[in-house]
């Protein structure tokens, strides 16, 4: 029996445990996590998530394993249509990541986690430092970005949970009307959810964009340090340092966030729709219809014809 786990699938590894590993090593192909494990996903053309197949061990092609809803079904888990679709910018993409918040909360780690295509975000540095100790992945407008991102489709429990472990985000409702998500069946999805910093995103002094984030964190701190004396007197000499002192000490970390917003100013806003309001009932996958089809793209009039 193949070992499905995350670690023989090299997944292991929190970022929460192993803060200069962020954002973690994200999921690649349609997955299921459920325990420790990760299995496959088989997209079918035109079907909607429920009606996916999760690959198994035994003889026979991949799509013909069972529905998706169906083994969600026989762990006694909510089927994907009552489920809530949360997109990651950072390390809710890795699913070591995420089976450390949920079994945090003594909750199942069973969700479906599948990189879907996104347009419209872009990808930065939040304004703050957490209290893991590293500068987190934020996301903004960026109509010109066509990029793949982790959703998740979580149960009530679990998006409550994860909800908690975001302390500097609020959770807002992305409309795939205005930033089109296609998934591998070739659906458009309706919606999902996107955690936005209420910090902003780092931008770069000398030329006001965004400073790139979900990388290296390595390099991105190496980078803070180098460009800030009194960074460097704060939390250097080196990458390793900062992460230990941030972690020890929130009085540290509030003054490193001042000292980034001095360093890095952050934009006004990021340009994404507002939180929904306070104790609004999440959407759910099947209160989402998918959008329509995008357009394909024409030539413009005035250009003669062949």
């Not at 090299?10 to 973690?24: I, N, Q, R, W």
């Not at 104790?279 to 394909?296: C, V």
Request: proline letters at 12%.
């Amino acid at each position: 029996m193949t070992d499905r786990s995350l670690a023989a699938l090299g997944l292991d590894g929190a970022p929460a445990e192993l803060p200069l590993t962020y954002p973690g090593r994200p999921v690649t192909e349609p997955a299921l996590l459920t325990g420790d494990q990760l299995l496959p996903l088989c997209a079918g053309e035109g079907l909607r998530l429920g009606d996916w197949r999760v690959v198994t061990d035994e003889a026979g092609p991949p799509e013909a394993g069972p529905r998706l809803d169906t083994a969600l079904g026989a762990l006694g888990r909510p089927p994907a249509g009552g489920r809530h679709p949360v997109i990651a910018v950072g390390s809710n993409a890795s699913p070591a990541q995420l089976h450390h918040k949920l079994t945090r909360h003594g909750l199942s780690t069973t969700v479906p986690m599948v990189p879907v295509r996104v347009r419209g975000v872009g990808v930065g540095c939040s304004g703050h430092i957490g209290r893991h100790g590293y500068v987190a992945a934020a996301p903004y407008a960026e109509p010109a970005a066509d990029r793949l991102l982790v959703i998740s489709w979580l149960d009530a429990e679990q998006l409550t949970a994860v909800d908690a472990t975001e302390l500097n985000y609020r959770r807002t409702l992305l409309p795939g009307a205005d930033f089109p998500m296609s998934m591998p069946s070739g659906e458009r999805l309706g919606g999902a959810y996107l955690y936005v910093s209420v910090h902003g995103v780092l931008t770069d002094p000398a030329t006001g964009a965004p400073l790139p984030g979900g990388g290296d964190q390595h390099a991105l701190l190496s980078g803070l340090l180098a460009a800030s004396a009194e960074l460097r007197a704060l939390l250097g000499p080196d990458p390793a340092s900062w992460v230990a002192r941030a972690r020890a000490d929130e009085a540290v970390r509030a003054e490193g966030r001042r000292l980034l917003r001095g360093r890095c100013p952050l934009p006004v806003a990021s340009g994404l729709p507002a939180p929904e309001e306070a104790g609004a009932a999440p959407r759910r996958y099947d209160e989402l219809p998918p959008a329509p089809p995008l357009r394909p793209r024409t030539a413009p009039s005035h250009l003669p014809r062949a």
